[in-house]
């Protein structure tokens, strides 16, 4: 089964104090649709401040940004 890696910048989005309730509650759906289709992998926050690399299936390890 294909696994997918959803990511994104902390600075991608901006909301206002208003808009925070929204938003967690969209992506608390997204966590649990993904977990009910049984695709859920990891949940948690990227250290910004420490340099990317991306390993590729066979193992070759590369520097890259974040994707």
């Not at 600075?11 to 759906?29: D, F, I, K, S, Y």
């Not at 859920?40 to 066979?58: K, N, R």
């Amino acid at each position: 089964m294909a696994k997918y890696l959803i990511s994104f910048p902390s600075a991608a989005m901006t909301v206002t104090g208003n808009e925070l309730e929204v938003v967690g509650q969209a992506a608390r759906a997204v966590i649990r649709e993904a977990k009910a289709a049984g695709v859920y992998v990891f949940g948690g926050g990227i250290d910004e401040t420490v340099p990317p690399v991306l390993v590729s299936a066979s193992g070759v390890v590369a520097e890259g940004g974040y994707p």
